[in-house]
């Protein structure tokens, strides 16, 4: 069983477009995270949600919205996609956190957006 | 303004130590230093975490000096497998409290 599992794994798409990227974690963890990893491999946390409350919310466009339907889900929506949204999204979980990933994080294999 | 910098790249040859050092010069005061490898075309994968002097595990030694700016992670013995990219993840008090991954540093394990 995949532990941080998010799907799917390539998505291309066209400008304007709405998307959404999808994000289990079987681990029983409190915090589940989104990361953005451009071109030159530069890691930036997005999001992170603890017990379905945001507790970090970097400065990120409100074009994306991370929604939390049960502790076990971290869905990433991005509306009027852009050229620069083309990245490689990581998903992770934590068990624990204050926003900080005190303890060790799991990462999902990435979602990599495409947009054209 | 808070920066987390590591050296871009390094060489290696297998059998060899591997140190690879990490500045936060605005480390939170609670938080913890953690190492990340990843692989291509894979997620990042915890390496070791520390908050201070030497952390060790079956993997990696974490050296982390008193003032806690900056940290080394240390690989013994390398092997051809451990060509990877590795971040190091700090929180950091800036104008507000902020996770940042550092740059990354690219090693490559030569025969």
């Known amino acids: 069983d995949t532990a941080v599992s998010q799907t799917p794994k390539y998505l291309v798409t066209q400008m304007g477009n709405d998307k959404s990227i999808k994000c289990e974690q079987n681990l029983g963890h409190d915090t589940m995270y989104w990361y953005k990893q451009d071109s030159k491999k530069f890691l930036k946390i997005m999001f992170s949600?603890?017990?379905?409350?945001?507790?970090i919310n970097e400065t990120v466009p409100n074009r994306f919205s991370p929604k939390s339907p049960d502790k076990a889900h971290l869905n990433l929506h991005i509306n009027s996609l852009e050229l620069g949204d083309s990245a490689v999204y990581f998903c992770a979980s934590s068990q624990e956190g204050r926003g900080g990933m005190s303890a060790e994080a799991f990462f999902g294999q990435g979602t990599r957006l495409t947009v054209v | 303004l808070a920066k987390t910098t590591q050296p871009i790249s390094m060489d290696s040859y297998e059998g060899q130590e591997v140190n690879i050092t990490c500045s936060h010069n605005n480390i939170a005061t609670n938080d913890y230093i953690t190492w990340y490898q990843q692989f291509p075309s894979q997620g990042p994968r915890f390496i070791i975490q520390g908050y201070k002097t030497k952390v060790t595990n079956e993997v990696a030694s974490l050296f982390i000096p008193a003032d806690r700016k900056s940290s080394t992670l240390s690989l013994p013995r390398v092997s051809l497998s451990d060509t990877a990219v590795y971040y190091c993840?700090?929180?950091?008090?800036?104008?507000?409290?902020?996770?940042?991954f550092g740059s990354g540093t690219r090693l490559l394990v030569r025969p």
């Open positions: 949600y603890n017990n379905k409350e945001l507790i």
């Open positions: 993840l700090v929180g950091v008090e800036d104008s507000s409290y902020k996770l940042i």
